[in-house]
């Protein structure tokens, strides 16, 4: 999948008004405060009390990392060619450098 259509796709998981992302979005384990799962994702709180909802992935080699933040209307996608065990938290912490809501 193109990089561009992952930014697509964080445009669609940005839009709450939307029946299917609202459901998508609605923690179905766990309190948000401490850490919950949605549909397939992981929500947090940030330490400013904004909801941050992301998710890693990987497949032959490659890494992937998306977070977005509804409240700012924004994200990040992370892809590296690398896949070691230490691969998917380097791509969190690098998130987390980049936007520190």
């Known amino acids: 999948m193109p990089s561009s259509d992952m930014l697509k796709y ?11 992302v609202k459901l998508a979005h609605q923690q179905a ?8 799962i949605a549909l397939n994702w992981k929500i947090k709180k940030t330490g400013t ?15 992937s990392y998306m977070v977005y933040y509804p409240e700012l209307s924004s994200g990040i996608v992370l892809l590296s060619n690398q ?16 936007i520190n809501p």
């Open 10 to 20: 964080m445009a669609f998981q940005l839009n709450e008004e939307n029946p299917a």
């Open 29 to 36: 384990f766990g309190k948000v405060e401490d850490g919950a």
């Open 49 to 63: 009390g904004k909801r941050s909802i992301s998710h890693t992935g990987g497949s032959l080699g490659f890494s």
């Open 83 to 98: 896949a070691d065990p230490s691969t998917q938290n380097e791509l969190i912490a690098l998130a987390d450098k980049i």
